[in-house]
């Protein structure tokens, strides 16, 4: 193995930070190295990344596919052994009945290579309409809301570097300063430059600290807030008329919407004084230019589609969308939140963000996969609703990249739901919660072993490179569903290479709202990113999204009338007290890769449940003390974090650990009806000293 450092971008979140690898021999698999003339990142990493290479070492990673044996127990076997075991479980189910008892998770972590070629594998190779993924828990509420109002989903129109030199920010329900920390950056040059921040989110986080001003609305009532601020917009004559004839259509009915929710109700909705409301409006009109940015605070709600579409709204109302340094957007999430939507594993879509049910859409696809249009299956169950239907309508299922056991919603029913099924296959890295009910384990490459694309929060699509060789006995998933396919009687079609793979991604994308046509290896590596849409080889790239127009037909953004509406579930005398749930600095996801980090369970070692003094004195627990949570589908148990940093009402879990301290088995499926996702930011919960 030559010595020398390798480009790539770490495995974990959105922002996917440059780094460089230098492979090494004592123990660990590599070193990180920093790299500062990435862009979006300059050299900073976060302590995920810079540990990333621990997940790779052995005895932490998987290194040979498992198989369940006859005494239930999950033994070595061969390749051979194992991928056979996974043929005959999908095709007994397939016969026994019918296609769309084989269901298919994914993942938004997933490279923009495999999220393809799983959504082709499950069309065509499985025939199945049941595939969705992660993602789902994840970005899918900002995504529905993009389309709406601009006809595309991309999470950042513009390019980080535009954060700094905008007037005023709202981060809505993002607490950057630990969910992207090497983010945290662009804020605190927003505020050299004489630009203000402001912070939305229940709990005084690391991020809301560094706001000039932090509102702290009871959870779920977001939706409230700013169609407050919106109201307050039109009240005080802000409205940027001119912008809203050129640029909007259906405005009348969103000020409508607006106007019912005085500042007043809004107060005693959300629990933010109207002085607050209005200082926020002040600030945010004052400045030149603003931005909305929304995570997952808003996001994961019953009505998350409505709650961006509400911020997408006051954008457009003041004129700060569609317009340089000015706009909505989303952070999205995953290592590739973004990619992993746009090419073909959730339910309703085909690569290139095409639309399952558009009958061009399907003859396109269809042309480049070489089958018939109309074999191509319909629309599939959403991702908690593929999960609630195991082991009834879906049979058997695969998993590639995701750990439902513990970051599903409701986690203790998709357990049971995961166990009751006729066949379970998992394909990852480490043995997760997940995997170890699986009937088979296939053990996977994964980021620096690997070759592949992801596309960040801006759109900008990367190109991670193969670093280190990874162990005998571990194959790509690309390779995984190669083989598969064979075994199904495909024996073309699912290239193990991930460039022949880009490639037809490629072809796939070309005319579609992510057109990656004119992206290729090559280019991704000069140009350190390329910006989708990005149609042909001569074409830029666009880094920045609607300064002429938005991508509806004609080209206006729609506003879309919103109301208030309370939460799936509300606090009564049984279940006094607000859950919600998220993320520390130094735990990932369902902590599957992180939790096997000695460094990072150093600084996060297990779940807490974060409380206000008086809730704590109110239940008699003092700090580090056992709180058990319970809500109407399960109960959990941990440590207290006493803290003034969380509303009154407000108790908060982090979701990365299983067992007893499992937030999951708290939380509300109940889901939004247009993106379908879950209600994982608030249910109804009684706290009590666990003692
Ligand atoms: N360290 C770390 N970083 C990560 C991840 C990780 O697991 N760990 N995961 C990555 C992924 S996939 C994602 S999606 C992103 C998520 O990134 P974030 O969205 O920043 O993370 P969360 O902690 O889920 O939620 C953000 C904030 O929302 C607040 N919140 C809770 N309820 C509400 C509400 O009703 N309204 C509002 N306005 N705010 C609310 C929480 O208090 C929390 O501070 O992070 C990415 N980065
Ligand atoms: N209560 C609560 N629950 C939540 C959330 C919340 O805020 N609150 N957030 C939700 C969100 S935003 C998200 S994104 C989900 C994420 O939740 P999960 O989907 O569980 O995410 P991960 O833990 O990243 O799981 C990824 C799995 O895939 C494996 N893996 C990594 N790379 C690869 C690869 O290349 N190939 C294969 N085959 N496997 C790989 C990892 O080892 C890991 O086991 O959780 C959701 N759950
Ligand atoms: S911020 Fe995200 S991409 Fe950057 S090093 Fe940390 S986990 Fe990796
Ligand atoms: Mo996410």
């Not at 994961?300 to 509400?310: E, P, S």
């Not at 995953?334 to 639309?355: I, M, T, V, W």
């Not at 609630?388 to 029913?413: F, Q």
Request: aromatic share 6%; proline share 7%; charged share 25%.
């Amino acid at each position: 193995m030559a010595s020398t450092e390798t480009s790539t971008h770490c495995p974990y979140c959105a922002l996917q930070c440059g780094m460089k690898l230098r492979p090494v021999t004592d123990g660990a698999v590599a070193e990180v190295v920093e790299r500062t003339d990435f862009p979006v990142n300059r050299g900073a990493l976060c302590g995920k990344g810079r540990t990333a290479p621990a997940v790779l070492a052995a005895g932490v990673r998987l290194t040979g596919p498992l198989v369940r044996d006859a005494g239930g127990e999950l033994a070595p076997a061969s390749w051979d052994e194992a991928l056979e075991r996974i043929a005959d479980g999908l095709r007994g189910t397939r016969a026994e009945h019918g296609a769309d008892a084989v269901g298919v998770f994914g993942g938004g972590g997933l490279t923009n290579e495999k999220a393809y070629a799983l959504g082709k594998f499950a069309r065509v190779v499985l025939g199945t309409s049941q595939i969705d993924y992660n993602g789902r828990f994840c970005m899918s509420s900002a995504a529905a809301a993009h389309q709406r109002a601009f006809g595309l989903d991309r999470g950042l129109p513009f390019p980080l570097e535009d954060v700094p030199r905008t007037g005023c920010v709202i981060l809505v329900g993002s607490n950057l300063a630990e969910t992207m920390p090497p983010a945290l950056r662009y804020l605190t040059e927003l505020k050299e430059n004489g630009g203000r921040l402001i912070v939305i989110d229940p709990r005084r986080t690391r991020t809301a600290e560094q706001a000039d001003l932090h509102l702290a609305p009871r959870p779920g009532t977001d939706l409230a807030l700013a169609l407050g601020m919106l109201h307050l917009v039109v009240a005080d004559g802000r409205v940027d008329e001119e912008f809203v004839a050129a640029r909007t259509s259906g405005w009348d009915e969103a000020r409508a919407g607006a106007m019912a929710h005085w500042p007043e109700l809004v107060e005693r909705l959300t629990g933010v004084p109207v002085p607050q409301l209005r200082e926020a409006v002040e600030m945010f009109c004052g400045a030149e230019a603003g931005m909305v940015l929304t995570a997952r605070g808003p996001e994961q709600q019953a009505k998350g589609t409505d709650t961006v579409g509400a911020w997408i709204n006051f954008c457009l109302a003041t004129g700060r969308a569609g317009r340089p340094l000015s706009g909505y957007g989303c952070l999205t999430g995953q290592g590739n939140g973004q990619g992993g939507r746009e090419h073909g594993q959730k339910a309703d879509q085909l690569p290139g963000y095409r639309k399952l049910t558009d009958p061009a859409a399907r003859r396109h696809v269809a042309g480049v996969w070489g089958v018939d249009p109309d074999s191509l299956p319909g629309p599939g169950r959403s991702a908690y609703e593929l999960l609630d239907a195991l082991g009834r309508d879906v049979r058997s299922l695969l998993v590639m990249g995701s750990n439902p056991v513990v970051s599903a919603p409701h986690a203790g029913h998709v357990e049971e739901r995961l166990r009751s099924l006729d066949f379970l296959a998992v394909a990852d890295v480490v043995l997760s919660e997940t995997a170890a009910l699986a009937d088979v384990v296939l053990p996977v490459t994964q980021w620096a072993e690997e070759t592949g694309t992801t596309t960040n929060l801006e759109g900008r699509v990367l190109l991670r490179q193969r670093a280190v060789t990874p162990p005998d006995g571990v194959r790509s998933d690309l390779e995984v569903l190669n083989a598969l396919a064979g075994l199904l009687g495909h024996g073309k079609g699912f290239p193990a290479d991930p460039e022949e793979v880009f490639d037809e991604l490629r072809r796939a994308s070309a005319g579609g709202p992510a057109d990656y046509a004119g992206i290729s290896y090559e280019r991704i590596a000069a140009e350190d990113g390329v910006f989708w849409p990005c149609p042909d080889e001569e074409h830029a790239g666009t880094p920045r999204l609607f300064l002429e127009r938005f991508a509806t037909d004609d080209g206006r953004a729609r506003f879309v009338p919103v109301t208030h509406r309370a939460a799936a579930e509300e606090t009564d005398a049984e279940y006094p007290v607000v859950l919600t749930t998220g993320r520390v600095v130094s735990q990932y996801q369902s902590g599957a890769q992180t939790r096997r980090v000695a460094e990072l369970n150093a600084a996060a070692p297990g779940p807490f449940v974060e409380l206000h003094p008086r809730l704590a004195e109110r239940i008699g627990v003092a700090e580090g003390e056992s709180v058990a949570v319970t809500s109407r589908r399960g109960r959990a148990v941990a440590p207290a974090r006493i803290t003034v940093a969380i509303r009154q009402d407000t108790v908060f879990m982090p979701f990365h650990w299983p067992g007893e301290g499992r937030a999951n088995s708290l939380t509300n499926p109940a889901l939004d009806p247009v993106s379908r996702m879950p209600e994982f930011k608030v249910c109804a919960v009684r706290v009590e000293a666990a003692g």
